[in-house]
């Protein structure tokens, strides 16, 4: 179930992209750029913990 479901979020993810870029306005009330940048800011700051937590939420996204 959880797999699929995310599945279904990693799909909507390029199409909100792909929308804030096209028309300027968010998706559902969610700046879905900006969010993203906030993230990999939040990550690049945490140093050697922000590596590894970027490396074990990589992991969840490859498939084996």
């Known amino acids: 179930f959880i ?3 995310s599945g ?3 799909a909507l993810l390029p199409l909100a ?3 804030y870029v ?3 306005t968010s ?3 969610m700046d879905v750029v900006a969010n993203i ?3 990999l800011g939040t990550l690049t700051n945490g140093g050697f913990i922000g590596l590894v937590v970027l490396v ?3 992991s969840f996204f490859t498939k084996k």
Do not use: H, R
């Open 3 to 5: 797999k699929g479901l």
């Open 8 to 10: 279904v979020f990693m």
């Open 17 to 19: 992209i792909l929308w």
């Open 22 to 24: 096209l028309t300027g």
């Open 27 to 29: 998706v559902l009330g």
């Open 37 to 39: 940048s906030s993230l």
């Open 56 to 58: 074990i939420v990589c």
